[in-house]
């Protein structure tokens, strides 16, 4: 018995272990701390309660996605394994949940959203249209926002973009028969 008088039910499997994200009571955050704090450190995200009423959320820090240097990645380039090209383009909806699975995406923040006008101006000056290539820009004012190299199947796509962003045409690999 709790000193309130009320039953107390200890669960082998804590309830909040059973949900996708389960909701715990700001009571049970208080005396299980240590224990929902290293669920929270493993991945796992609560809704925190108080009275019954969401009054927030306890969600795992997004880790810190660690760079590799241009040479190292170089170096490593050249000993990796050859691809299968039917296997990479046996569907595009595979590829593309191949590519989601191996890479995490870059937002188009708000530093891409103050870079976008950089690459609008730069097609602009080369007499192309700007609103009919949003999605491109958007791509190259993300790869600018980040510092980074823009490769793509595409180089047509971003022709003018020089000057923003270094963009590093990929050979389109070959169609299964």
Sequence with gaps: MSRAGRATTW????PWRMAAQPEISQRDLRLRSREIMDAVEGGQAFTVTRDGHRIGELV???RKRQFVPRSEFAALSRTAP???PPA????PVTTSARAESEFDPLPFDAEAARLY???AAAVHGVG??????IADLMIAATAAAHGLPLWTTSPDD???LQDVVTVVPVPRPATAP
Excluded: K
């Design 158 to 160: 971003f022709a003018g």
């Design 128 to 133: 192309r249209t700007p609103r009919r290539r």
């Design 82 to 84: 050859a691809l299968d």
């Design 117 to 119: 006008g950089r690459p």
């Design 60 to 62: 795992p820090l997004r």
């Design 11 to 14: 669960h082998a499997f804590p």
């Design 88 to 91: 990479c383009t046996s569907s």
